[in-house]
């Protein structure tokens, strides 16, 4: 499964840069919001979506550049609105991964202790995302860039896909299991946050499309991920039916719970079955010994509707 709906923006440092159109989505939402309410200024707005992007620029080559003197092969990155969709290149052990991953608030982590003293002794502490504004006026362009580092490192602190921290989780879960079992906690993972996001959407209605935003993106991506997993575990062809998708814990686990209840379903017919026999051997002595006039409309309306079940399936046609 791939992310559709990209631009490819060039291969500068030949690794093909590919756009995709959340990150659009999520820019024209930040400059469309100032336009239809009078919450921030479109300058502020224009200068935190400039920022954005710089930022997941940054973080993005970070990544590249560690992975490439890692030995690992990269070709392609999708730009999303916090960052790379995808993971950058396919670790050979869990140590890999988790270094690749921790690149990017690295990088965040630096620029914020870079400008933080500018900003702190300027008061002007702000938030793009999680929108609150510095004590000191509108911030500068300094202090945006900086605002932006800030809530990039933040969010990529949720232990979800597409988020660092999920790929941090699902490392450190593989270093003491499998693959498999890794994703699958990391997809439930993906999935308690995508429900926190929606239900602090439903109560912080202040930048309640954040929330929303980030939580879909949440969800959507453990789900990717999870179909992604299985494609690569099985080759290209399951997805067209011509193999079966390798089955992990959650998969297991619903595989035995139908099993369960074809089971149920099996015991069921089987008792229904007995009971139905037994009424009919009952009936069937009281024809003999009582003849066919005593049976009540009911019986005789049994005996004829599991008479046309007997010759139905006795019938070979």
Not at 112 to 123: D, K
Request: a negative charge; charged letters at 20%; proline letters at 4%.
């Amino acid at each position: 499964m791939h992310w559709r709906g990209t631009v490819s923006l060039g291969s500068p440092i030949g690794i093909e840069v590919r756009l995709h159109w959340l990150l659009l989505l999520f820019g024209a939402g930040a400059l469309l919001g100032p336009l239809v309410s009078d919450e921030g200024s479109f300058y502020w707005a224009a200068a935190g979506v400039l920022s954005l992007f710089i930022a997941v620029v940054l973080r993005e080559w970070a990544h590249c550049s560690l992975a490439r003197r890692l030995g690992l092969e990269v070709d392609e990155v999708i730009l999303g609105p916090f960052g790379s969709l995808d993971e950058v290149a396919s670790a050979r052990v869990p140590i890999e991964q988790r270094l690749i991953a921790l690149a990017g608030p690295a990088v965040h982590l630096i620029v914020i202790i870079l400008l933080g003293a500018y900003v702190v002794a300027t008061h002007q502490v702000n938030s793009f995302l999680f929108r609150f504004d510095s004590a000191g006026g509108p911030p500068d362009v300094i202090a945006i860039f900086w605002g932006v580092h800030l809530d990039l490192f933040l969010l990529h602190l949720l232990p979800s896909y597409p988020f660092d921290g999920g790929r941090v989780l699902h490392s450190l879960i593989w270093d003491r299991s499998d693959e498999d079992v890794a994703l699958s906690k990391v997809v439930l993972s993906s999935r308690f946050c995508a429900v926190g996001c929606l239900i602090a959407w439903l109560f912080l209605t202040h930048h309640s499309g954040e929330l929303l935003f980030i939580g879909i993106l949440c969800f959507v991506s453990g789900e990717m991920e999870r179909r992604r997993f299985e494609a690569r575990a099985n080759g290209p062809d399951w997805l067209a039916g011509e193999r079966e998708p390798t089955v992990g814990p959650m998969g297991r686990w619903w595989r035995h719970r139908n099993e369960v209840k074809e089971a149920q379903g099996r015991e069921s017919a089987a008792r229904e079955r007995i009971a139905e026999e037994a009424t009919l051997d009952a009936l069937l002595e009281k024809v003999h010994t009582e003849g066919l006039e005593a049976l009540s409309r009911s019986e005789r309306k049994f005996l004829s509707r599991v008479g046309k079940k007997y010759r139905n399936r006795d019938d070979p046609s």
